[in-house]
C-alpha cells in the first residue's frame, strides 16, 4: 500500500510532506493476542487425545486385572482409539468444508464427550469398545480441524508457533493423563480407572462452550465468498492494516476470486464447497501436490513409526522391564515422562520461527536414533541379566526421558506445523484430513503390535527396530522437506514439485523476494 502510494507521488510530481517521525525506525509489529487466543482454544481438541494416551497407560493396568482381560485385549483397547479417529479424520475435511471449521471442533468436542462418559460408566470389555469407538472419531475431528484452523487465522509471522500449539496441548493432555493415573490409583479397583476414563470429558464441555465465541476461519469464509465477515476476522488477527489487506488479497488468488471483487458477498464456484478436490489430491495431481501429498504423508508416517507413542502407552511397562518394581514408583516414573515432554514442547514453540523447521526436524530426529539405540542397549543388558543392574536402569530411564525430549523439540509440533502449511488452500482441509489418517493408522498398528513384538524379538530388539526406522525418517526430510520459515500458505506451493532438488525452488523465491524489495526501494527513492 505505502508503495503505491509512493508510485502515485511519483507518476503525479504530488509533494512528500515528511516529518521527524518518518526518520524513526520501522516498528515492530505487534503479536495479535486474539490470533493466540483463538489458537490457544481451538487447540484444546488435542487435550482430549493427549489425556486419552496418557491416562490409557495406567488405567490399561487396573482394567486388565478387574476385567480379567489378555494382553492382547490390551493391546486392541489402547491402539483401536487411534483406528476409530480414521472415522472421524476421514470425515472432517469435507465436514469442515461444508460447516465451517469452528462448528467441527464444536461436532468434536461433543463425540468426544459423548466416547468419555461411555468409558466412564463402561461395565465389561465389550461396553468399554464402544465408548473407544464414539471417542476415537471425536479424537479424529479434532486431530484434523485443530491445526487446520490455526494455521488459517494466524500471521505468516509467527504461524509456526501459533500452529505448533496442537502438539503443545497433546503433551499437556498426556501430563494431565499421567497425574489423573497416579491420583485415581488409590481408589478402589472397580472405580479408579472408570474415573480416570471418565474425568476426560471435563476438558470437552469446556471446549465446546468456549468455541461458540471463536470466529470462524478467514479462508474459509473467503472460500464461501463471505468477504466482508473473512476482512473482519483478518482485522482482527493481523498484525497492522496493510497486512490485513494483503493476506485477504492472498487468499482471494488463490480461492479464485478475481481482485476486483470486493463485495461483501460474492459468488463461488462449487469447488469452494469441496467438490472435485480428490480428484486434483489424488487421481491428477500436479506435480507440486504429488510432492506435498509425499511429504505430508511421509511426515506423519515417521512420526509415529518411530514408536513415540509405545514409549508414552506403555512406558509403565518399560520401566517394569527395565527393573522398577513398585507401581507407585512406575506411575511416578510415567509423570516425569510427561513432564519432559510438556516442558520441550513449550521450548520448541518459541523456536520454530526463529531457527526454521528443517534445522530443529533433523536436530530432533538424530537425537531419536541415539536415544532409541541406548535404549536398545540398555533393555538387552536388563533383560539377560537376572539380578540388578543399577547403571543400566539409570541408563534405561535416561533415554526414555531423552527420546521424549528430542522428540518434543521437532518432530513433535513440526509434523502438525508442517503438514497444515503445504497445502494449497483448495486441497487444505482434504489434504491435512489423509496426513492425519496416516499418523492414526501407524499409530494404531505401532501400539497394537509393540506387547507382541517385543515378545516375539526382545523389548531391547523392538527399540532397535525403532531406532533404525528413525535413521531412515532423518534420511527422508534431509532430501524431500523444503524449508516453509517464513512463507506465506498461498506460496509455500511453489517451493514443491521438483523433489530432492527443492534448493532450486527456495533460491527462485529467495531471488524474487531480492527483486521485489529492491523494486520497493526504487518507489521510495522517486
Not at 494382553?71 to 470425515?91: K, M, P, R, W
Not at 464427550?113 to 472419531?137: C, D, E, I, P, Q
Not at 527393573?323 to 513432564?339: E, Q
Request: proline content about 4%.
Amino acid at each position: 500500500m505505502a508503495d503505491r502510494r509512493a508510485e502515485e507521488n511519483a507518476v503525479t510530481g504530488g509533494p512528500q510532506n515528511t516529518s521527524i517521525e518518518d526518520f524513526d525506525p520501522p516498528m515492530k509489529p505487534k503479536t495479535s493476542k486474539f490470533a493466540i487466543a483463538c489458537a490457544l482454544l481451538a487447540c484444546t481438541t488435542s487435550v482430549l487425545l493427549g489425556y486419552d494416551i496418557g491416562v490409557m497407560s495406567g488405567a490399561s493396568l487396573y482394567i486388565q486385572k478387574n476385567l480379567k482381560i489378555s494382553d492382547v485385549q490390551v493391546e486392541v483397547l489402547a491402539g483401536t482409539l487411534n483406528i476409530y479417529s480414521l472415522l472421524g479424520s476421514a470425515f472432517a475435511g469435507r465436514t469442515s468444508d461444508w460447516i465451517g471449521r469452528k462448528y467441527t471442533i464444536v461436532l468434536a468436542g461433543v463425540i468426544f464427550l459423548v466416547g468419555a462418559l461411555l468409558m466412564g460408566f463402561a461395565t465389561n470389555y465389550a461396553f468399554l469398545m464402544v465408548g473407544r469407538f464414539v471417542a476415537g472419531v471425536g479424537v479424529g475431528y479434532g486431530m484434523m480441524i485443530a491445526p487446520v484452523y490455526t494455521a488459517e487465522i494466524s500471521p505468516a509471522s509467527f504461524r509456526g508457533f501459533l500452529t505448533s500449539f496442537p502438539e503443545v496441548f497433546v503433551n499437556v493432555g498426556i501430563l494431565l493423563g499421567y497425574i489423573a493415573n497416579y491420583a485415581f490409583s488409590k481408589l478402589p479397583l472397580h472405580l479408579g480407572w472408570r474415573f480416570m476414563l471418565g474425568v476426560g470429558g471435563v476438558p470437552a464441555i469446556f471446549l465446546t462452550v468456549g468455541v461458540l465465541f471463536m470466529p470462524e476461519s478467514p479462508r474459509w469464509l473467503v472460500m464461501q465468498g463471505r468477504l466482508g465477515d473473512a476482512k473482519k476476522v483478518l482485522q482482527r488477527t493481523s498484525e497492522s492494516k496493510e497486512e490485513c489487506q494483503l493476506r485477504l488479497d492472498d487468499i482471494k488468488e488463490a480461492a479464485g476470486i478475481p481482485p476486483h471483487l470486493n463485495d461483501d458477498i460474492v459468488q463461488v464456484t462449487k469447488s469452494s464447497h469441496g467438490e472435485g478436490v480428490w480428484k486434483e489430491l489424488i487421481l491428477h495431481p500436479t506435480p507440486a501436490v504429488r510432492h506435498i501429498l509425499i511429504a505430508a504423508v511421509g511426515i506423519h508416517f515417521f512420526e509415529q513409526a518411530s514408536g513415540i507413542d509405545t514409549v508414552v502407552l506403555y512406558s509403565p511397562r518399560i520401566f517394569a522391564k527395565a527393573g522398577i518394581t513398585s507401581s507407585n514408583h512406575k506411575l511416578l516414573a510415567t509423570v516425569a515422562v510427561g513432564f519432559t515432554k510438556t516442558v520441550f514442547i513449550l521450548v520448541a514453540t518459541f523456536f520454530l520461527d526463529k531457527f526454521g523447521r528443517r534445522p530443529l526436524l533433523l536436530t530432533s530426529v538424530g537425537g531419536m536414533v541415539f536415544s532409541l539405540m541406548f535404549l536398545g542397549v540398555g533393555l538387552t543388558i536388563v533383560d539377560h541379566h537376572k539380578g540388578s543392574v543399577p547403571w543400566a536402569i539409570g541408563l534405561c530411564m535416561a533415554m526414555v526421558y531423552f527420546n521424549v525430549a528430542f522428540f518434543s523439540i521437532g518432530l513433535g509440533p513440526i509434523t502438525w506445523v508442517y503438514s497444515s502449511e503445504i497445502f494449497p488452500l483448495k486441497l487444505r482441509a482434504q489434504g491435512v484430513s489423509i496426513g492425519v489418517a496416516c499418523n492414526r493408522v501407524t499409530s494404531g498398528v505401532v501400539s497394537m503390535t509393540f506387547i507382541s513384538l517385543y515378545k516375539a524379538i526382545t523389548i531391547g530388539g523392538a527399540f532397535f527396530l525403532y531406532a533404525g526406522i528413525s535413521a531412515a525418517a532423518w534420511i527422508f526430510f534431509y532430501t524431500m522437506l523444503p524449508e516453509t520459515q517464513g512463507r506465506t500458505l498461498e506460496d509455500t506451493e511453489v517451493l514443491f514439485g521438483k523433489y530432492h532438488r527443492w534448493r532450486k525452488a527456495n533460491a527462485m523465491l529467495k531471488e524474487r523476494k531480492q527483486v521485489d524489495g529492491d523494486d520497493n526501494n526504487n518507489a521510495q527513492v522517486f
